[in-house]
């Protein structure tokens, strides 16, 4: 998680573990129904157990707080519609989202041009969605993410030569691995791609990483050698 105004300054730290946490509820949901957010799912999500006057007066303090940032820094408006949902205007042009981007990139209708998977393999390359944040209410967007994301960049991979493009290859499978670790194509041909580029060094701690996040996963030892891997086609 992190948020850079149209400055280039860092304001992460302006928000506080609520302000971040409201941030992202009443953003990803603006993205999923176009709608919001009512009150009652953030009090739900947020303030569950507390009691009802303390949770009002929480969320208020905090919509307010955020408010305030959203307007400042965002150029833009922390709005509650009429259909009693708080909404992030996610669509204005002030604001650059990778997840946005992302879904924008997803969607479309057409073939995706290299030029759209190559920008999703730069996201996608720096990590999984808010890997470091662990909401119950984020997995579902972050499973859809990586869902998509991963049977895009495995199609892709199937594409690539390793003679030809070995550095490629390697932030391909890297981008895969971020999604879907247990991907042994993109393991493989990560190895492979190192091997070729002469850091055999640097393949067998990817090959023995896998072997033990495999062993870790399915409580049984990963079939093939390091061996079998590097002589693999």
């Known amino acids: 998680f992190q948020v850079v105004n149209s400055s280039g300054i860092d304001i992460t730290r302006k928000f506080t573990p ?87 990139i997803i969607n479309l209708e057409t073939e995706l041009s290299e030029n759209d998977i190559l920008n999703i393999v730069d996201l996608g390359h720096r990590g999984a969605l808010l890997s470091n944040l ?48 247990m991907c042994e194509d993109a393991m493989v041909k990560k190895c492979k791609a190192l091997i070729s580029l002469g850091r055999h060094t640097m393949a067998k701690e990817v090959y023995d990483h896998y072997s033990i996040e495999y062993r870790s996963l399915y409580k049984t030892n990963y079939a093939k050698s390091f061996t079998d891997i590097a002589n693999l086609g």
């Not at 509650?80 to 924008?104: F, R």
């Not at 993410?145 to 895009?152: A, L, W």
């Open 134 to 181: 662990k909401y119950k209410w984020l997995d579902e967007f972050k499973v859809t993410t990586s869902n998509n994301m991963s049977k895009i960049f495995v199609k892709y991979l199937e594409t690539l030569t390793i003679k030809d493009k070995p550095e490629h290859v390697i932030k391909v499978a890297d981008s895969i691995l971020n999604y879907d670790c």
């Open 18 to 104: 609520i302000l971040k946490e409201l941030f992202l509820l009443i953003w990803f949901y603006s993205i999923k129904n176009d709608i919001g957010i009512s009150n009652e799912k953030i009090i739900e999500i947020l303030w569950h157990g507390f009691i009802e006057s303390s949770a009002q007066n929480n969320k208020a303090v905090s919509i307010a707080k955020l408010r305030v940032i959203i307007g400042e820094e965002f150029f833009s408006e922390l709005s509650y519609k009429e259909t009693g949902c708080w909404k992030i205007d996610y669509k204005n042009s002030h604001i650059l989202n990778d997840y946005y981007e992302v879904l924008k």
